[in-house]
């Protein structure tokens, strides 16, 4: 197994289906249950563990998925709103080492759990031209509501990877 990439790269069909769509919105609607599930419990120690050398920790990844989940929701929200936005890249190693980083875990998933509501909703309501808009990123260019949205379920469930990796050392 990759440990960088545990579940494997993003692989998103070249023809995007609702059934698709429908599958990772259940991802994205169940994700904070499984979060939660393997990080509400946990000790500052286990919070403070790592997938692999150099990586962030398990409280830093929790993190990370809100940050994430909020940005990608923007972008998604943009493009359905205007047409072609540019979005900017984040410097993730910075946002990894703010000070809200150390706050309880507990304060992301909660924001997971309000904001993976919000993308279910509209994502429940798309519609074939919709799922072909675009935006373009900084530095990847650019990219589709369709391959918004499977980022969006693959992305949680990457990192849900990395914490279960991390404790099981």
């Given at each position: ?87 900017p890249a984040c410097d993730e190693e ?48 650019k990219i589709t509501v369709a391959t ?14 990395h914490i279960k990796i991390a404790l099981?050392?």
């Open positions: 197994m990759d440990v960088k990439y545990p579940i494997g790269k993003l692989q998103v069909p070249e023809k995007v289906t609702f059934e698709h769509i429908q599958e990772w919105l259940k991802e994205i609607q169940t994700y904070t249950i499984k979060l939660r599930e393997t990080v509400e419990s946990l000790s500052d120690e286990e919070l403070s563990k790592t997938y692999r050398e150099d990586a962030w920790t398990v409280r830093q990844l929790v993190h990370h998925i809100a940050d994430s989940q909020l940005n990608m929701y923007q972008r998604l929200k943009l493009t359905l709103t205007d047409e072609n936005p540019t979005v910075k946002w990894a080492i703010q000070p809200d980083t150390k706050l309880p875990v507990e304060s992301s998933i909660k924001m997971l759990e309000g904001i993976n509501e919000r993308i279910v909703s509209l994502g429940h309501s798309l519609t074939e031209e919709q799922l072909n808009r675009v935006f373009t990123h900084q530095m990847n260019g918004k949205v499977a980022k969006l379920a693959w992305h949680e469930n990457h990192h849900l990877a099981s050392k």
